[in-house]
T-cell receptor
Framework: EAGVVQSPRYKIIEKKQPVAFWCNPI?????LYWYLQNLGQGPELLIR????????DSQLPKDRFSAERLKGVDSTLKIQPAELGDSAVYLC????????????????FGPGTRLTVL | KNQVEQSPQSLIILEGKNCTLQ??????????LRWYKQDTGRGPVSLTI?????NTKSNGRYTATLDADTKQSSLHITASQLSDSASYIC??????????FGAGTTVTVRA
């Protein structure tokens, strides 16, 4: 079974340019997460989707970040315009669903997209 | 202040040796505690999951312990291999979906 797929794996852009990241979760996983991971730090949650609904976007900087999961499957995270401080790894994760104990809500992570803003 | 603190920040060990990583947390209450392994350029992969009632959980050469009273966990790596070189992240589940991540311990195994 394929894991969480993310693309691109690497992206280098100049500041003020837009950028988008794509994530395809594990088949059948209803819950999708976007995380930001700075170098030497653990991931920080940006947004969580239950199917197509964003149920927790409290940590998403909405002035420049946006996300969508239109059909409740794959998702796109966008930054417009990018700033130097946005350089980080953006991880996507998915789980069967929230709730129901650790067997159901264990999160499986993709390889991430490493963004460098020059 | 981070609610999950890990130590040491990094360590170097010789192949075949054992090592122990520490995790202290202040998250309360918590649903479960996980240890993840993150290889360079890859996403984290779950090694062990323990609920508050479990004291130890093994996965091959990895053994995790949990003391819910002192809010401490450890991950012991036995007979280290070169492929164990990675970052090991302690993660505490606040509830069913919210995770608090430690900054990780970077382990380098040398031949």
């Amino acid at each position: 079974e394929a894991g969480v797929v993310q693309s691109p794996r690497y992206k280098i852009i100049e500041k003020k340019q837009p950028v988008a990241f794509w994530c395809n979760p594990i088949s059948g996983h209803n819950t999708l997460y976007w995380y930001l991971q700075n170098l030497g730090q653990g991931p920080e949650l940006l947004i969580r989707y239950e199917n197509e609904e964003a149920v927790d976007d409290s940590q998403l900087p909405k002035d420049r970040f946006s996300a969508e999961r239109l059909k409740g499957v794959d998702s796109t995270l966008k930054i417009q315009p990018a700033e130097l401080g946005d350089s980080a790894v953006y991880l996507c994760a998915s789980s069967l669903r929230s709730g129901g104990g650790p067997s159901y809500n264990e999160q499986f992570f993709g390889p991430g997209t490493r963004l460098t803003v020059l | 202040k981070n609610q999950v603190e890990q130590s040491p920040q990094s360590l170097i060990i010789l192949e075949g040796k054992n090592c122990t990583l520490q995790c202290n947390y202040t998250v309360s209450p918590f649903s479960n505690l996980r240890w993840y392994k993150q290889d360079t350029g890859r996403g984290p992969v779950s090694l062990t999951i323990m609920t508050f009632s479990e004291n130890t959980k093994s996965n091959g050469r990895y053994t995790a312990t949990l003391d819910a009273d002192t809010k401490q966990s450890s991950l012991h790596i036995t007979a280290s291999q070169l492929s164990d070189s990675a970052s090991y992240i302690c993660v505490v589940s606040v509830n069913d979906y919210k995770l608090s991540f430690g900054a990780g311990t970077t382990v380098t195994v040398r031949a």
